[in-house]
């Protein structure tokens, strides 16, 4: 390998997702170049009898919190820079911000993943596993 393919992969987008110490708490941190990704987060449940991860409707997004204004689609994510999410409680579409719907429920209890996508979708950046139990209410 040549230093100029050495340097490239050195410069590439490599994102890490990290979950913290609560369940459905995680950050994001961008060890590459500035990246765009996409602001909503896929989160994933493994189905038992298979062992398969199967896309839930978790309404996740990149925000530090409920505050945050969020605008378009994507969200850069700097070189260096750890972005910690705002918590997700295991609810449909108001588990990490109040936010209106119709249906809420509660996804759990079982086994989960967040995954991050790139803006263009060609990167996923899949997040170790976590576990939440029944619900709170």
Known sequence: ?????????????????????TPGSFSVTN???DIALR???LV????????????????????????????????ILK???TLVVKSWD?????GQCPRPCRANIY???GE?????LSADGKQRFEGPSFHLGNSTL
């Open 1 to 21: 390998m040549d230093s100029s393919s050495s340097s490239a992969v050195a410069a590439a987008p490599a994102v890490v997702v990290r979950n913290l110490q």
């Open 31 to 33: 060890t590459g170049d």
């Open 39 to 41: 602001r909503r987060v």
């Open 44 to 75: 994933e449940k493994k189905d038992p009898p298979t062992g398969k991860w199967e896309h839930t409707d978790a309404d996740v997004r990149l925000i530090a919190s409920c505050d945050e204004p969020e605008s378009g689609d994507t969200r």
């Open 79 to 81: 070189r260096g820079e």
């Open 90 to 94: 295991g609810w449909s579409c108001d």
């Open 107 to 109: 996804l759990g209890p």
């Open 112 to 116: 989960f993943r967040f995954v991050v």
